[in-house]
């Protein structure tokens, strides 16, 4: 932890400084859980010892709940389960719970507990903050949330056994509060599903920004049979986005800058109770963009307001048929909306980039990848003009719309795009990320590729295996 220290930043609170100068791609600090569950929908489709995703798991015997890749991960898994193991049995026996296990929060809630009454709250070297310190912002939940807290509490308390150091119901309130704000959403191997929840206790202290200086993402690590003597390699790794001075704040965005200031401050004061005073909320800088008209043809305010309602509603239907995976509907939407929004909604519109965003995903996976590789250019050309020039999801949608142009036979452009996903990986996803060294080794092929195209075409076939995967 010699890049960064704990300060009092005006206004909100602890925060983490630089204590040199940072360049864009270095890690300030990386971290492991100090306890993660999978989510209780992925029960039975993910590790519960290394978060991987594998078509076939292994159930544990006694509990018949957790589930792993095999043997090595369930005797690597056992220490953070042997507990659980017991405590989830009996509480599939209660009445009410009748083979049912707890939700994702109180089992997380009750490993933070067994965690910190093994260790005595003693943190280690690597750690800059105590659980007791971290906010919980009880006071700030509507009654609704104080109400779910109540339920998860009662059932925390016929979860955990008799035989463990029995808890204050305050201090019990306390983890469930630090869950709520803090918890941070755990991916696959891949990076690209979020299958569970952990407490990253230093990650945590880091203040938020819509603009940040930094990016977190989460590294399975590599794992090879030699390796898998410890849980998991899973950490998180918070990198730099670019040059930071001494004494600066470091920061990373709880949300995504593709909403407008209104909606990202509603966000922030729904789910983290704090309004965000950034450059970029006070400016409301690029909201223009966001929600503009077209600019050439001077098209009438009332009328891009007009269009960007009709949007929102096309949206909402959009949604729906793709969570049905009705693709084809989804489709039929897409184009209708879009005929609207062309003439009249500005390149940056973002309900207008959502539209293409989606249109090139599933026209993609429904093997159309002409107009696909068409939509995906729009999209980036105005992810381009509204994400800063190193941002993670710019990144992978450059990514992708590099794909599809090399799928659609449209080598030159695809490469282009190729290169510059692949630049900006290296830095938010660093170079021994899946995503990034499976980039890296299509980089190559495509670079070679490129070079004799007019005469290889036929080697399209490598690089057409990156799966485009379809996020509902
Ligand atoms: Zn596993
Ligand atoms: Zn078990
Ligand atoms: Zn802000």
Redesign the pocket.
Known sequence: MDNIEVFDSPGKGRGLRATKELLSGDVLFSEPPFAAVVFDSLADKICHSCFRRQDKLQR?G??K??QYCDKTCQSAGWKE?KLE?GA?KAFGAIGDNFGKAPNENIRLAARIMWRLDKEGGVMSDMQMTSLDDLENHISDMPEDDLKELKVDIHNFLDYWPRNSKQHRVDDISHIFGVINCNGFTVSDQRGLNAVGVGLFPNLCLVNHDCWPNCTVILNHGNQSAVNTVYHSQMRIELRALGKIEPGEEVTVSYVDFLNVTEDRQRQLKMHYFFDCTCEHCKGHIKDDLKMGGKEVDGVPEEQVKEVTEYSLQMLQKMDKARMEGNYHEVIKICRECMEKQEPVLADTHIYQLRMWSTASEVLAYLQFIDEAADYARKMVDGYNKLYHPCNAHLGMATMRAGVTHWQAGKIEVGHGMICKAYAILQRTHGPTHPITKDLEVRHETCTHTHAFSHRNAHTQGTISKIKVTLTT
């Open positions: 544990c006694q509990c709940f957790a389960h193991c989830i």
